[in-house]
C-alpha cells in the first residue's frame, strides 16, 4: 500500500490528481503509516528525469576558465536544449547568442516570455527550469548556488528534476564531492571536466590611492546604493570619465542597458560602478576590479566577504576575448589588501550540503491533514518536521512566511497563496510588500485585479532625489510583480501590457535620473507624463 501512495506522489503531480490522492490519504495517513515530511529521498520527486540514464559532465575551474562557453557550445549542436542561469542577465545573454548562432531559442524568467518561432531551445532562470519537456542537453550554470541559503532549492530542483539526455553542469570545484555524491542515487552517469583560468588576474601591490587614478575599464565595487552614487559623483567630478551603475534593485532592464553602455567601446561610459549584482557569469569588459569595502550588509548584520564572493567578483576583471584580457584586481583601502590577496589565494570551501524545499504538492498533501491550519503554520509545522538525508538543509523561507503571514486573513485557497508567496515580493520593501497585500486582497474579493485599482494612471515623474529614485525602484517591483502574476493567473491580472508599458516608463526615468546624476548634464529624455499614484490603506498617496 505504502508503496502505491509513493509511486502517486511522484511529484509535479496535477493539482487535481494531487486532490484525490489526499482525500484518499486522509484516512491512511491519521493512521501514522506515511509521513510527508520525509524529505529523505528527493530524487523520487521527479520521475520523468529518473526514467532516464542522464549523461551528467560537471565542468568545473576558476571564473573565465570557459566553463559556460563549452556547455554553451553542447547546447548550441542539439537538437534541442534548456539553459538555466542564476540571473536575468545571464538568461538574456545567452538567449541573445544562440539566436545569434542561429539557434533560435526562447527567453522564459519569471516576468519574461519571449518566443522566438521554431524554437526547440529554452533559455531560462533557474526558478524557470520547466521539468515536463524532454530535452537532448542541458546546461545548469553556477552550480555552486545549489549550496545558496534562500535560492539553492531551485538550483536542486533543476539538478534532479530535469529530464536531459545531457546535463552540464558549470561552476566552482567546491561543488564536486556534493554534486557527486547526491547524483549516486538517481543512476546518471557523471564525468568531471576541469578547467583553467584563460587569462591572469593580477592581485594588485598597491591600492587605489586617489581617485584620479581611476582608468577606463575600471569596476569599483560597493554594496549599498548610497555609497554607488557618492562614488559615481566623485569619479565624475573629477571629469575624466563618466560611470555606469549596476546593483541589484535597479530594475533588470535598466542593469542591462547600463552593462551594454559600459561595454560598448564607442559610449562615453568607460567606468562602471557596481555592487555584487555583477558578481556571477557575466562577461564584461572590465580591465580592473577596485574593491570599495571587503565588508557588505547582508539583511542582518555587516560582514566580510566570503573567499567565494571575493573571488567571483574578482573574477570579472580581464575575460578572456574582451579588451582587457588581462585582469587586475585591487582596494581602495590599503589595509584590505591582505584580506583580498588571501582570499584570493585561497580554494573555496567544500559545498557540504545543498538547499531544498518541499514542493507544493507535498504541502498540500500535508495541509489536508490539518484543515483548520493556516498557510503560515502549515509552513512552519511542515520545515519544523522535515526530515533531510545529510545532503541537503531546509531552504530559507523567511520572507515565505512573512508572505503567508498576511495572505491568511484573507479567504483564498492553499494554492493561491503558494503562489503569492513563492512571487518575487520583497517583503523588506514597504511599497512592493504593500503592493503585493493589495493585488492579494484584490484577487480574494473579486477574482480580478486590474492594475488602475492599484496605480492611477498618471504622471510619473523625473526622480530628482535619491529618496524619489528608490520610490521609484519600488514602483517598479510592484508593476514587476503585477507582470510575474499575470503569467500565472492571465485571466485575473488582465492588465500585463499596461504595467510593462509602466515599467518602461519607470526605466527611462531611473536611467535618465542615473544620466544626469555626477555630471549636472540637463536631461535628455524631458517626460511630460500624468503623475502616478498608488493606493496604501485606502488612501491615494501621489508617487
Ligand atoms: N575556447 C574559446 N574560444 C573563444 N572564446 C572563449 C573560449 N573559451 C571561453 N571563451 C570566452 O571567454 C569568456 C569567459 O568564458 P566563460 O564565460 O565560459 O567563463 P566561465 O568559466 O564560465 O566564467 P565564470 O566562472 O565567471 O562564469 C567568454 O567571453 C567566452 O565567450
Ligand atoms: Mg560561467
Not at 552550480?143 to 536542486?156: A, D, H
Not at 584580457?325 to 581602495?332: K, L, N, S, W, Y
Not at 585561497?346 to 498557510?375: K, Q, R, V
Request: aromatic share 8%; proline share 6%.
Amino acid at each position: 500500500m505504502n508503496i502505491q501512495i509513493k509511486m502517486k506522489l511522484h511529484l509535479d503531480m496535477k493539482f487535481r490528481s494531487v486532490l484525490s490522492v489526499c482525500r484518499s490519504l486522509r484516512k491512511f495517513s491519521s493512521s501514522g503509516k506515511f509521513d510527508f515530511t520525509d524529505l529523505t529521498s528527493p530524487h523520487t520527486w521527479y520521475p520523468v528525469a529518473r526514467r532516464k540514464k542522464r549523461n551528467v559532465v560537471l565542468h568545473v575551474g576558476p571564473t573565465n576558465s570557459g566553463k559556460t562557453y563549452h556547455a554553451l557550445k553542447q547546447l548550441e549542436s542539439s537538437s534541442s536544449g534548456l539553459y538555466c542561469g542564476p540571473l536575468r542577465l545571464l538568461a538574456w545573454e545567452v538567449a541573445k547568442k544562440l539566436n545569434k548562432a542561429k539557434v533560435p531559442c526562447d527567453l522564459i524568467t519569471g516576468q519574461e516570455r519571449e518566443e522566438v518561432e521554431g524554437a526547440k531551445h529554452k533559455s531560462a532562470t533557474v526558478e524557470m527550469a520547466d521539468l515536463s519537456s524532454d530535452y537532448q542537453c542541458a546546461v545548469v550554470d553556477e552550480i555552486q548556488m545549489v549550496g545558496c541559503k534562500t535560492r539553492g532549492f531551485s538550483f536542486t530542483r533543476a539538478l534532479l528534476g530535469i529530464p536531459a539526455d545531457e546535463l552540464h553542469l558549470c561552476g566552482d570545484p567546491a561543488a564536486v564531492p556534493l554534486i557527486q555524491q547526491i547524483l549516486k542515487v538517481t543512476g546518471d552517469s557523471v564525468e568531471v571536466q576541469y578547467y583553467d583560468r584563460l587569462s591572469p588576474l593580477v592581485p594588485s601591490k598597491v591600492p587605489l590611492g586617489s581617485f584620479s587614478n581611476i582608468q577606463r575599464g575600471d569596476c569599483i565595487v560597493t554594496f549599498s546604493r548610497r555609497e554607488i552614487y557618492r562614488l559615481k559623483k566623485e569619479i565624475e567630478s573629477q571629469g575624466k570619465h563618466l560611470c555606469s551603475v549596476v546593483y541589484g534593485s535597479l530594475p533588470p532592464e535598466t542593469r542591462t542597458r547600463q552593462a551594454t553602455m559600459f561595454n560598448d567601446e564607442s559610449s562615453e561610459f568607460d567606468v562602471l560602478v557596481a555592487s555584487d549584482a555583477i558578481g556571477m557569469g557575466l562577461n564584461l569588459n572590465i580591465s580592473r576590479i577596485i574593491f570599495s569595502t571587503l565588508q557588505k550588509f547582508d539583511g542582518v548584520e555587516m560582514r566580510d566577504l566570503t573567499v567565494p564572493e571575493i573571488k567571483q567578483i574578482a573574477g570579472r576583471a580581464g575575460r578572456y576575448g574582451s579588451k582587457f584580457p588581462r585582469g587586475e584586481v585591487t582596494c581602495i583601502d590599503g589595509e584590505d589588501l591582505p584580506l583580498l590577496h588571501s582570499a584570493l589565494g585561497s580554494p573555496p570551501p567544500i559545498l557540504e550540503c545543498a538547499g531544498l524545499f518541499p514542493t507544493f504538492d507535498l504541502l498540500y498533501l500535508y495541509s489536508c491533514l490539518h484543515p483548520n491550519a493556516g498557510f503560515h503554520q502549515i509552513l512552519e509545522e511542515f520545515l519544523h518536521s522535515a526530515k533531510l538525508s545529510a545532503n541537503y538543509f531546509i531552504s530559507n523561507c523567511e520572507e515565505m512566511l512573512k508572505v503567508a503571514a498576511v495572505l491568511d486573513d484573507l479567504p483564498l485557497g492553499i494554492h493561491d497563496k503558494y503562489l503569492f508567496c513563492i512571487s518575487p515580493v520583497d517583503m523588506n520593501d514597504d511599497i512592493s510588500s504593500q503592493g503585493l497585500t493589495q493585488f492579494a486582497t484584490n484577487y480574494a474579493r473579486k477574482g480580478i485585479v486590474w492594475l488602475k485599482e492599484i496605480f492611477t494612471p498618471g504622471t510619473l515623474k523625473v526622480p530628482t532625489t535619491q529618496a524619489a529614485l528608490k520610490e521609484l525602484e519600488s514602483i517598479h517591483k510592484v508593476l514587476d510583480l503585477y507582470v510575474w502574476l499575470s503569467f500565472r493567473m492571465e485571466d485575473s491580472f488582465p492588465d500585463r501590457e499596461v504595467a510593462a508599458s509602466q515599467k518602461s516608463i519607470c526605466n527611462l526615468l531611473i536611467e535618465d535620473f542615473l544620466e544626469r546624476l555626477g555630471s549636472e548634464r540637463p536631461s535628455r529624455r524631458m517626460l511630460p507624463m500624468p503623475p502616478i499614484y498608488l493606493k496604501r490603506n485606502g488612501r491615494e498617496c501621489r508617487i
